[in-house]
């Protein structure tokens, strides 16, 4: 027994013994003050739990509340329908019902690039990382990976299989400099990073630009946060903005978030099709059995027909509104940014409680607290929607300062005015 090896694990890139050891205190915590392990159902953008509390959720994703939009629940239905059968199950290389195929046209239309299909963004990284990784998918020279410090959990979990056939490395947020330096010593580089922040900032796209233009540098970007919720059709933020729309550029993005369904798009431009048969065949889990199923296909298509029409910068205009309208109350750090998240900054001693508080008030904000963020970086997390009302907002605004929140400063002289006037729009939504 005792001359059985133990093993050293390299953790040269993950380390579970950390992340579980942090995190599951954090959850732990969350869970017995009744703010995590929270089991309701949704009825009319209202949540009630089996006891009978009723609360209305500002940590939801789905930005312009599309993912309950009648027409896309009768597009998911439809085409169940329509093409008879859930998931015919098998590889999509061998054999596939239209309808991924269908979905992919639209899709690419609407957003202008070759679009591939995922279950999530997730998957889609997973995959398509490691294939950049080794030169697949590019000009065939393998690029020094750099993932920014700050990028998604689902593209830092790549950091090992893209390690396993080229080098990786992690680089400070948005660090151009460093970027720069790389891109001289390497033949190719290929930055990981995150279109549009989670907690609001977005990518600095145009230097970005510059450097993909000087050295050929490939910029992987996720703007799972954008899509849908930024832009014209909701293109996102990188589309809208990256000067760089080739195959030195590859976006994917969340179907699951602002788009209101389910699935993933990645966004592709100049790419022939014999590289696209390659990420249909070798792209980690996009490959295997199970791609997007009929009903989220169903649902997808009726969502991007919603970008195609009017609603859509309805549905963005209402969602900035609401954004506006916190902010004229409570003060953030992210105050003033169109981007849907705030962080109300609270103490790590007080988070919890304060989140005890508003959910009892009958409103859902999640606390984020030491060991989950830094020291002296706790808060509330509120994210707002399209759907929510000015009186849930006004609501959830005065249970927020009640506990502490600080409040927004006065608005400057004309602001008053400028309210009035708003009034009887406001009051006929
Ligand atoms: C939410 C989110 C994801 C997860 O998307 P899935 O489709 O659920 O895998 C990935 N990346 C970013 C940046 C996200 O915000």
């Not at 700050?150 to 947020?173: F, Q, R």
Request: one cysteine or more; glycine letters at 10%; proline letters at 5%.
């Amino acid at each position: 027994m005792s001359d059985r090896k133990a093993i050293t694990p390299p953790h040269l890139y993950r380390n579970n013994d950390k992340a579980v050891g942090v995190g599951n205190a954090f959850w732990d915590m969350s869970e017995r003050n009744g703010l995590a392990g929270i089991v309701a159902e949704l009825q009319d953008g209202v949540l009630r739990t089996g006891v009978g509390h009723e609360f209305v959720n500002f940590t939801c994703c789905s930005y312009l509340d599309l993912d309950s939009h009648p027409k896309v629940i009768d597009g998911a239905i439809a085409a169940l329908r329509r093409f008879g059968v859930l998931d015919h199950c098998i590889p999509r290389s061998r054999v596939q019902i239209p309808a991924l195929l269908e979905l992919e046209a639209s899709l690419g239309e609407l957003f202008g690039a070759t679009v591939v299909s995922a279950i999530s963004a997730g998957v889609a990284s997973a995959g398509l990382l490691p294939l950049i990784a080794s030169g697949h998918l590019g000009n065939g020279i393998r690029p020094l990976m750099v993932f920014d410090k700050n990028c998604h959990v689902s593209l830092a979990g790549a950091k090992p299989t893209c390690a396993d056939e080229t080098e990786v490395v992690t680089c400070g947020h948005h660090d151009l400099g460093f970027l720069e330096d790389m891109c001289k010593q390497y033949q190719r580089v290929c930055y990981v990073v995150d279109g549009s922040d989670s907690l609001g900032g977005y990518a600095p796209v145009q230097e970005l630009g510059a450097l993909q233009e000087k050295y050929g540098m490939l910029v992987y970007y996720d703007d799972s946060h954008s899509i849908s919720a930024y832009g014209e059709r909701g293109i996102g933020y990188v589309r809208s903005h990256g000067p760089v729309l080739d195959e030195r550029t590859i976006t994917v993005a969340t179907l699951n978030k602002a788009f209101g369904t389910s699935g993933a798009a990645i966004l592709l431009d100049g790419y022939q099709k014999t590289t696209l048969r390659v990420i249909e065949r070798f792209a980690g889990a996009l490959c295997y059995s199970q791609p997007m199923n009929t009903a989220a296909v169903g649902a997808s298509l009726a969502s991007a027909e919603i970008h195609r029409t009017e609603e859509l910068p309805a549905l963005q205009q209402r969602m900035r509104d609401n954004i506006e309208l916190f902010d004229t109350h409570i003060k953030t750090e992210q105050t003033g940014t169109t981007y849907p998240i705030r962080v109300v900054p609270m103490t790590d001693e007080t988070v919890i409680e304060s989140g005890r508080r508003v959910y009892e008030a009958g409103f859902y904000v999640s606390p984020v607290f030491f060991p989950i963020v830094a020291r002296g970086t706790a808060g509330l997390r509120v994210m707002l929607r399209a759907g929510h009302t000015d009186e849930q907002i006004r609501r959830l605004c005065a249970v927020l300062i009640e506990v502490g929140a600080q409040q927004a400063a006065p608005l400057p002289e004309e602001a008053p005015l400028l309210e009035e006037t708003a009034m009887p729009e406001e009051a006929a939504r």
